[in-house]
């Protein structure tokens, strides 16, 4: 079974410049969520989708963050404009289904954003 | 608002050793929490769930405990290998039911295992 794949996987831009990630989660998974890791410190959810709608994006930058799951399969997180702060490793989870139990998530490797 | 509790400094031990990792949790009553290894330079991967109705999980050398009056998990491994060193975080669900999967993460102990 195929894992959850990330592109880029390093991307380096300047201040105030735009930047894309794309994330495809494993076949069949219906929860795909976006986490911000800045460097010693755990993963902080963004976005989470049910299919291809927001479950909940309460801890996203609405400002400069956006995020879409069309189609309810692969989805993209943009930052316009990047802020030196948001240099971290952007990770993207995907998971079955969304239950009141307790879901596993599967991660992918994660894209290492570095802001000058 | 609740908050998750690692510690944050790195936890040296030798081969064979039993690794004993600790999560403490504060203003909250999690009905789960999960435990995840971070390599570096790679995503999370899940180890193991325990629930609040169970004392105690084990997977092969790995054990896990749920105090819920203490609200503190340990996470213990157990004949350590040097394969074993890793970041390990521990996740716990939210107090809203309503987004039962949304997970907060600690910010992880990083465990190191000598020969």
């Known amino acids: 079974e195929a894992g959850v794949a990330q592109s880029p996987r390093y991307k380096i831009i300047e201040k105030r410049q735009s930047v894309a990630f794309w994330c495809n989660p494993i076949?069949?998974?219906?929860?795909l969520y976006w986490y911000q890791q800045i460097l010693g410190q755990g993963p902080k959810l963004l976005i989470q989708f049910q299919n291809n709608g927001v479950v909940d994006d309460s801890q996203l930058p609405k400002d400069r963050f956006s995020a879409e799951r069309l189609k309810g399969v692969d989805s993209t997180l943009k930052i316009q404009p990047a802020k030196l702060e948001d240099s971290a490793v952007y990770l993207c989870a995907s998971s079955l289904v969304s239950l009141a139990g307790a879901d596993t998530q599967y991660f992918g490797p994660g894209t290492r954003l570095t802001v000058l | 608002s609740q908050k998750i509790e690692q510690n944050s400094e790195a936890l040296n031990i030798q081969e064979g050793k039993t690794a004993t990792l600790t999560c403490n949790y504060t203003?909250?009553?999690?009905?789960?929490l999960q435990w995840y290894r971070q390599d570096p330079g790679r995503g999370p991967v899940f180890l193991l769930l325990?629930?609040?109705?169970?004392k105690e999980k084990r997977k092969e050398r790995l054990k896990v405990t749920f105090d819920t009056t203490l609200k503190q998990s340990l996470f213990h491994i157990t004949a350590s290998q040097p394969a074993d060193s890793a970041t390990y975080l521990c996740?716990?669900?939210?107090?809203?039911?309503?987004?039962?999967?949304?997970?907060?993460f600690g910010t992880g102990t990083r465990l190191q295992v000598t020969l």
């Open positions: 996740a716990l669900p939210p107090t809203d039911t309503g987004t039962a999967s949304k997970l907060t």
């Open positions: 203003n909250y009553s999690p009905a789960y």
């Open positions: 325990i629930r609040e109705n169970e």
């Open positions: 076949s069949g998974h219906a929860t």
